[in-house]
Each structure stands twice: as structure tokens, then as C-alpha cells.
């Protein structure tokens, strides 16, 4: 076996920071040896993505017909789309801002007068505030939820008068991210097999985390010239980072102490 030790490995050449492949001389392994994470660098995490949750839909609203029930009173208008840059936003206030930016542009091509959609933002309650002029905003599970951020955003039915959000501060939330290597050996993850190497704490601003104890995982390829990590959600998917910034990984292999 090469003495190697620590493997540090850059990602975000091909347009994927959480896909990182390193190219070494190959390594045979005499002895049977396991593999840490030691440290973690990534960058910002798109809460805003192309094709999944970048559009709102909404129908023009004449009259400002006023919310009495659960289930507000749809206009017959027809609907529009509007779609919203990818991208980090770091908070819920500005996103929303983006969206009613987004809407006015829209809908000035028209006969609109009236701002459709004016925001403000309470320090002190820490909500965001938002109302509407003549616009029907479509949310809830029959309004295409899927494609739109309404749920991330936490609205849950569709609103044509005044209500308010929480204005969510995206760089101090934290998610779980699976840190998958190739040469170790296989363990379960809700059931499936899967070459996990440990979980990491992401931030949506990016940021950096080194292990304290790290947690060491039987290699069991013994041959090998390559070594592939992807950093993956509770989804399986890759973790959408900005795909301009670049994520680096430590990694640290020892013999197998017994």
C-alpha cells in the first residue's frame, strides 16, 4: 500500500459540486484499512431551482373578491405563470420581493394601474407581510404544488387579499447530507445498501465543517485508482449547490486498528 493518509478532493468542474471523483496513482491494500470523513467546504445550496419549484401561478382578480372561507371564491380568469430566477435567496422576504417583482412586470404589459402585489417586512413580529391588488395567488394540492415554492414558503391554500409568513432566514437553517464514497463498504440506509460514509450537517449559505470524532467505514475495494464521493438529500438527489462554487473534501484512511 502507497502511505497515504489524507486525500483532499475539489468538486465543481463539471458543473456538479456534489459530485467529486479524484484520479490517484493506483493503490493496492495490503492490510485492511477504513476511511473518514475529516473535513467538509461547500457553498451555497439553491433553494430555488429550475423546473421544480421556480414558478407561481396566479389569475387577475377584478372586483378584489375577499377571502369569507376556507376555500376562496376563483376567478374565471384565465391562468398565468410567471417564473422565478434559480438561484439562493437568503431570506423568505427576499424571495418574495423577486416574486412580486417578477408579477408586476407580468402584468404591466396589460391595463394594470394598482401595485398587484406590495410586501413588507416586520422586524418585530418577524413576519412577512403581503397583499393583493385584483390577483388571485394559486397555492394548495390543486395548484400544481409541485412546481411552485408555496409550500417550502409554508402557504398552504391559495390567497387573494392580505396574509402574512414568516420570514425565514435561509443561512442559519441546516438539513442533513449523505455523504456516499465508493470504495467503502456497504451499509443500510432505510432498508437499501448504499456505500455511506457518514452524514453532514449542510447550511443553505454554505459553509464549513470539520469532524470532531470522525467516523471510520471499512474500505473494501482493495485495488483502486479512483474515488467518487457524492454528497446527496433525504431524497437521494444531489444536494443542488450553486453550481459556481466549488466544494472540497478531506478524507483520511488508516489501517483498520484491531
Known amino acids: 500500500m502507497e502511505n497515504i493518509k489524507n486525500i483532499t478532493i475539489v468538486g465543481g468542474e463539471d458543473g456538479n459540486p456534489a459530485r467529486l471523483i479524484t484520479e490517484l496513482n493506483p493503490v493496492k491494500l495490503e492490510k485492511d484499512c477504513e476511511m473518514a470523513l475529516k473535513s467538509l467546504f461547500h457553498g451555497e445550496v439553491l433553494n430555488i431551482i429550475t423546473g421544480k419549484n421556480d414558478r407561481i401561478f396566479f389569475k387577475e382578480n377584478p372586483g378584489n373578491v375577499s377571502i369569507e372561507t376556507d376555500t376562496p371564491i376563483e376567478p374565471s380568469t384565465k391562468?398565468?405563470?410567471?417564473?422565478?430566477?434559480?438561484g439562493y435567496y437568503d431570506t423568505t422576504a427576499q424571495l418574495i420581493s423577486v416574486i412580486a417583482v417578477e408579477i408586476r412586470k407580468k402584468l404591466r404589459r396589460g391595463r394594470r394601474n394598482k401595485d398587484p402585489m406590495i410586501v413588507t417586512v416586520s422586524?418585530?413580529?418577524?413576519?412577512?407581510n403581503i397583499e393583493l391588488n385584483e390577483l388571485f395567488i394559486l397555492a394548495g394540492e390543486t395548484h400544481f404544488t409541485l412546481l411552485t415554492p408555496w409550500k417550502f414558503l409554508g402557504?398552504?391554500?391559495?390567497?387573494?387579499?392580505?396574509?402574512t409568513i414568516?420570514?425565514?432566514?435561509?443561512?442559519k437553517t441546516c438539513s442533513p447530507g449523505f455523504v456516499y464514497a465508493s470504495i467503502v463498504e456497504n451499509s443500510y440506509i432505510n432498508g437499501n445498501l448504499s456505500r455511506n460514509l457518514g452524514v453532514v450537517p449542510i447550511k443553505g449559505a454554505g459553509s464549513f465543517y470539520e469532524s470532531s470524532y470522525p467516523?471510520?467505514?471499512?474500505?473494501?475495494i482493495k485495488e483502486f485508482s479512483k474515488v467518487l464521493i457524492e454528497l446527496r438529500d433525504l431524497t437521494g438527489e444531489y444536494i443542488k449547490f450553486n453550481p459556481k462554487s466549488?466544494?472540497?473534501?478531506?478524507?483520511h484512511i488508516r489501517p483498520i486498528r484491531v
Open 166 to 171: 414568516p420570514n425565514v432566514k435561509y443561512n
Open 215 to 220: 467516523k471510520y467505514v471499512p474500505i473494501n
Open 79 to 86: 391562468i398565468q405563470v410567471i417564473y422565478i430566477p434559480e
Open 123 to 128: 422586524e418585530e413580529s418577524g413576519l412577512v
Open 155 to 163: 402557504l398552504e391554500r391559495s390567497q387573494n387579499k392580505k396574509f
Open 246 to 251: 466549488k466544494t472540497v473534501i478531506t478524507l
